[in-house]
């Protein structure tokens, strides 16, 4: 006969059982996670196309004379010069990749890593940086916005 102690004795130790093996998944895959999410590739982030300033970025580029915007994936700065084109470059110092500013009273752009000074065509004008900033094509619309196109190619 069976008594009702041994029978408790069964619903608790696999109730245990359960609390175990779940347990044990768990910690697997808080151990498998990290590795799966390290082991895939990341999206490519930013839209590929043509990229259109915000009301809020344009609001920003009048205030601060320059904007620093996410296109294809990168940073870039546009600014506006003193014949009040708009030009855009690449953020990203050509020395150790820190991100550069637009100084509207000197009229340069300068990298604050390394003490860079680049022309606002993004030419090296002093400083460690070993070649210029890649260059954006970019155009007011006739409805304000300001659009920015891809990375112009350089003649070496």
């Known amino acids: 006969m069976s008594d009702p102690a041994s029978g408790q004795k069964s619903t608790r130790r696999s109730f245990m059982d359960v609390v175990l093996g779940a347990s044990v998944v768990a910690w697997m895959g808080s151990i498998l996670y990290p590795v799966v999410r390290y082991l895939k590739p990341l999206p490519r982030s930013g839209p590929s196309g043509p990229t ?39 953020a990203k110092c050509t020395h150790e990749g820190c991100t550069v ?50 990375e112009m190619r350089q003649s070496e």
Request: with cysteine.
């Open 52 to 90: 259109r300033l915000t009301r809020e970025e344009t609001a920003k580029l009048e205030k601060d004379h320059f904007v620093i915007v996410p296109v294809s994936g990168k940073r870039v700065l546009v600014f506006q010069n003193a014949g009040q084109q708009i030009v855009a470059v690449d």
């Open 101 to 150: 500013q637009y100084l509207a009273g000197d009229s340069v752009i300068w990298c604050a890593c390394h003490n860079g000074r680049f022309d606002l065509d993004g030419r090296v004008l002093s400083g460690p940086p070993p070649r210029p900033l890649p260059k954006y094509a970019s155009e007011r619309l006739e409805d304000g916005g300001i659009l920015i196109l891809a």
